[in-house]
């Protein structure tokens, strides 16, 4: 609707960004056309994105959009909207509106000046908002403030100055990094006709703390109704959208968003007064939903194409921009070159010993012995998968450090005494033939990968033809990538053009060329592709190679299905070859490989109990019902009592899950060697404290005192649970025996009710309840609030957040006190969820196992 008028007034600007030239070209034409088109109602652009690109042409674009929307939009004009003795604002200057006869505004000054406005010009006074109760004397200069700000628009959009006697009725809310929000706004400023401005004195902004805390951002003092607004988390923008009627479009430019948040997003599109919903989303971040049928139900998605930076010439790129097409390119066009390993007898060994194992553990599922075997077996075939240097240089650096234990040999080792015990022996025919088939496959793939490496001749041909050009090698297993750097420094001593690093290190620099060495544990297509280089290479054997290749197609079969996607179906690198039937069969094998690994995983994570990690413990044993594995390989057996401790990055805040409740992807915290609940540990740390012990004291040990006292009296009239709560049901006051207990046992303050515990002093009477009732409900009042400062203090803390201008000093006491805490805390994000009914030994109950 506007964006005519929008590109034509930018290209009237000089937009500096710390002190240098911007100036918006046919890239950013096109990125206004085809992603902030007004007509276009779509939910979810994917997109590779720069936040402080998009930020910046956010604010740029919204503030102008917003001053037309608000300008043709049938708002209230501003003259009806004051009252008699209203607090306005002439040229910065506070006045007091005292009456309007014959079209004329009267505003009274603090000299006793009365000056008569003619009513065609009410665009130059504005309401004032701020905290001032004193007037201001006339002002000399009157070019300043809301009326310099509008006259630069006013010629910028060639429209009359009297168009801006409306009330701001429509606003845009961003979602983005407080971070980088601030710093882009103190750094940003345009130049028109020789007049330099902060942009905040141009466009109105605030950021909401909250839906009732706003900070104005320098060049609003007066605070207008800012036409851009800012916040950094989804859920916030929600609240601010139930109070807010005047927003009309939302942009998200969140790094990170879960299910949640997606939920979130869905109620604000939902909202009537909500207009455009925009949520940019990586490649890699939608490539995590794909398998949600919500998400193509509820959102509209566009997809970019190559087609995008079409006709895009070199004037185009910029300073600030060019981070911004590279990613896009990217993206769009990226080559994948694939260097097949022709041995198929490793491909063939290495699904071998798979298959078989898959076998044996389905025979022995609760056979600790065997799931140890098969464990071992697994681990040599991936980890020569991924030998990418030659094996007698990988065994040797390890030999010569005395750190055999690293090395393939000690793992084969374990494998043959294993195949050759008195346990194996006593098995049947067929399990013994099965084991020491797996066996022999092993020693048959560590005798072809000793014999020639064919991984590295590939890259040794790629390396020696590499000149200056920047190249990243990914090699994930740590042990390999610590030996090949190494040996690449001895091999290539000048070679500085080259660096080795993991998936998660790669993406901090930029590369002409980056190689892929081996399949990645986080199996996605994005993963593949990462987006500092426009060129990759994969060195893989066949199978590898399929895999790569189902991933994508998965990828882009979703795609198809979105309605505003342009993107071709699976592309040259997935059709070259001229036989379907071979398309076909590969795609199928690659998903039965998927399969079988998924299967492995699901077996070993359920049913190998490490029991030599403790074996001084009591022994006794309790039930399972989750087995739960982390991205880090880690493992937790995990009761129904459980209650989890979440961290919500996206809401910054530490909840409790029910066993039953944890999913995929949760970042679960737990207690490192200190069995103790977490938050009870941090409280009690926090009460060290001599400020905090004064506030609390009191009220943290009168909430011990009545626990302690009621667990005793229910000891000495050896009272339940369960005959608690019927006590309690006869008292009219319903109370599950499990809340009771959670009262008691776990880090629940207490009740939220009075009368409950009134109720327990009646049925025991106990002094303490009986007499005391309300000053114990209003201790766990005051302690439960205390408990969510710490939950939110550990979560900011754990996420490193920055500080907000609006925290009190006990949340920077409690801060600066966890910092210090966080150490103890483990941080474990889950991958794989997989219910079951198990006995356990109790010391390996609800922990982190670390095998």
Request: charged share 30%; aromatic share 10%; with cysteine.
């Amino acid at each position: 609707m506007y964006n005519d008028i929008i590109i034509k007034s930018i290209r009237k600007l000089n937009i500096y960004y710390k002190d240098k030239k911007i100036k918006f070209y046919g890239f950013e034409n096109r990125l206004i056309n085809e992603f902030l088109n007004e007509e276009n109602n779509a939910n979810v652009y994917i997109i590779p994105k720069d936040n402080t690109y998009f930020i910046l042409i956010f604010i740029i674009y919204s503030g102008l959009v917003q001053y037309l929307d608000n300008i043709y939009s049938k708002g209230h004009n501003l003259i009806d909207e004051i009252k008699l003795g209203d607090i306005l604002e002439y040229s910065k200057a506070r006045c007091k509106f005292i009456g309007l006869d014959n079209n004329l505004i009267s505003l009274k000054f603090a000299d006793g000046l009365i000056y008569k406005l003619p009513i065609e010009q009410i665009y130059k006074i504005n309401i004032y908002k701020g905290n001032a109760n004193t007037l201001n004397k006339f002002p000399r200069n009157i070019n300043r403030g809301a009326k310099k700000a509008r006259n630069i628009i006013a010629r910028l959009l060639e429209i009359d100055n009297d168009v801006f006697s409306k009330v701001i009725s429509s606003s845009t809310l961003i979602v983005a990094q407080k971070d980088s929000v601030f710093s882009i706004i103190e750094n940003l400023k345009i130049q028109f006709d020789g007049e330099m401005l902060d942009i905040g004195e141009v466009f109105p902004m605030a950021y909401c703390l909250s839906e009732d805390n706003y900070y104005y951002f320098r060049g609003n003092s007066s605070k207008q109704e800012p036409i851009i607004k800012f916040t950094s988390k989804i859920y916030n923008a929600k609240n601010i959208i139930k109070k807010n009627k005047k927003i009309r479009s939302v942009v998200i430019l969140q790094n990170k968003v879960n299910r949640e948040d997606l939920e979130d997003v869905i109620y604000i599109s939902e909202k009537n007064n909500i207009e455009k919903t925009r949520l940019f989303l990586q490649p890699i971040e939608i490539e995590h939903y794909m398998a949600e049928q919500f998400v193509l139900e509820n959102f509209k998605i566009i997809n970019i194409n190559k087609d995008f930076y079409k006709d895009i010439t070199a004037q185009d790129i910029n300073t600030f921009n060019k981070r911004q097409y590279r990613l896009i390119k990217n993206y769009a066009s990226a080559t994948e070159k694939y260097v097949t390993i022709k041995d198929s007898n490793k491909d063939v060994y290495r699904k071998d010993i798979l298959k078989k194992c898959r076998n044996l553990i389905s025979i022995f599922e609760d056979n600790n012995k065997i799931i140890k075997f098969v464990i071992g077996a697994r681990t040599l075939a991936k980890r020569l998968s991924s030998m990418i240097v030659p094996l007698p240089e990988y065994e040797s650096f390890f030999e010569s450090k005395n750190l055999k234990q690293y090395t393939i040999k000690s793992i084969l080792k374990e494998l043959k005494e294993f195949s050759k015990s008195e346990f194996v022996e006593s098995l049947s025919i067929e399990s013994n033939v099965l084991i020491n088939k797996i066996y022999g496959n092993c020693l048959n793939l560590y005798y072809s990968e000793l014999k020639v490496n064919d991984k590295w001749n590939e890259l040794d041909k790629i390396i020696k033809l590499s000149m200056n050009e920047r190249i990243g090698i990914i090699i994930e297993n740590k042990n390999i990538r610590r030996v090949f750097r190494r040996y690449l420094k001895m091999r290539y001593p000048l070679k500085s053009n080259i660096s080795v690093e993991s998936i998660n290190t790669i993406k901090e620099s930029i590369y002409e060329s980056i190689i892929y060495t081996s399949k990645l544990a986080d199996n996605y297509y994005w993963n593949y592709r990462v987006l500092n280089s426009n060129n990759n290479v994969y060195i893989l054997f066949k199978s590898e190679k399929n895999n790569i290749k189902y991933l994508k197609c998965r990828y882009l079969r979703f795609i198809k299905q979105v309605n505003n996607s342009k993107i071709e179906q699976c592309d040259s690198t997935i059709n070259h070859d001229n036989d379907d039937e071979k398309i076909i069969f590969e795609k199928l094998e690659a998903k039965e490989e998927i399969d079988l690994n998924n299967e492995l995983e699901r077996l070993i994570a359920t049913n190998y109990i490490p029991i030599n990690l403790n074996t001084g413990k009591n022994q006794n044993s309790m039930m399972c019902e989750l087995v739960l594995t982390f991205q880090t390989g880690e493992r937790a057996f995990i009761t129904s009592q459980y209650e989890a401790y979440i961290l919500n990055e996206g809401r910054e805040e530490i909840v409790n899950k029910k066993a039953k409740n944890i999913e995929k992807g949760d970042v679960m915290l737990f207690i490192e060697e200190i069995e103790k609940d977490l938050i009870d540990k941090i409280m009690a740390d926090l009460m060290n404290i001599e400020e905090i012990k004064d506030r609390y004291d009191k009220d943290y040990n009168l909430v011990k005192l009545w626990k302690i006292e009621l667990s005793k009296y229910m000891i000495i009239h050896n009272i339940t649970y369960n005959e608690l709560e019927k006590k309690l049901k006869i008292k009219g006051i319903s109370r599950c025996g499990a809340t009771i207990r959670s009262w008691l046992v776990n880090s629940v303050i207490g009740p939220q009710d009075q009368k409950v515990l009134k109720a327990l002093g009646e049925i025991t009477s106990l002094k303490i309840l009986l007499n005391n009732y309300a000053q114990c409900y209003e201790a766990c009042s005051n302690i439960r609030k205390f408990q969510i400062h710490i939950r939110k203090a550990t979560a900011r803390c754990l996420l490193k957040s920055s500080i907000d201008k609006d925290e009190d000093k006990l949340d920077l006491l409690i801060r600066n006190r966890i910092e210090k805490t966080v150490t103890y805390i483990k941080k474990v994000k889950v991958q794989n969820i997989y219910p079951v009914r198990k006995q356990i030994p109790m010391y390996l109950a609800n922990k982190v196992i670390e095998e």
